[in-house]
Nanobody, 118 residues
Framework: QVQLVESGGGLVQPGGSLRLSCAAS????????MGWYREAPGKQRELVAS?????DTNYADFAKGRFTINEIKGTAFLQMNSLTPEDTAVYYC??????????????WGLGTQVTVSS
């Protein structure tokens, strides 16, 4: 069994910063990919940033220059700077892992709320 737990969301003012964390745990042999996604009110879930096991990163256009993803020992971090109200969303963590019993699979966290408002 694999679990992803997000944390770090909250309420910030425009221009502020937040750092999200996603901790992967369970019977994991390896992590091939970790990514952050978000769902804004009334909108579809979209990729924010991702990182592969090789360290390659990918960012949505809206995140470039503002957000940074990194992964350390099974925890993915998303540093978000210069936040705007359009960044308000539930942020979800996704991991592609190889588990001891289940094999390769995709897993999602339950999400953490980010609200950017004055």
């Amino acid at each position: 069994q694999v679990q992803l737990v997000e944390s770090g969301g909250g309420l910030v003012q425009p221009g502020g910063s937040l750092r999200l964390s996603c901790a992967a745990s369970g019977s994991i042999l390896s992590i091939n990919y970790m990514g952050w996604y978000r769902e804004a009110p009334g909108k579809q879930r979209e990729l924010v940033a991702s990182i592969t096991s090789g360290g390659d990163t990918n960012y949505a256009d809206f995140a470039k220059g503002r957000f940074t993803i990194n992964e350390i020992k099974g925890t993915a971090f998303l540093q978000m700077n210069s936040l705007t109200p359009e960044d308000t969303a539930v942020y979800y963590c996704k991991a592609v892992v190889v588990a001891i019993v289940a094999g390769r699979g995709d897993y999602w966290g339950l999400g953490t709320q980010v609200t950017v408002s004055s």
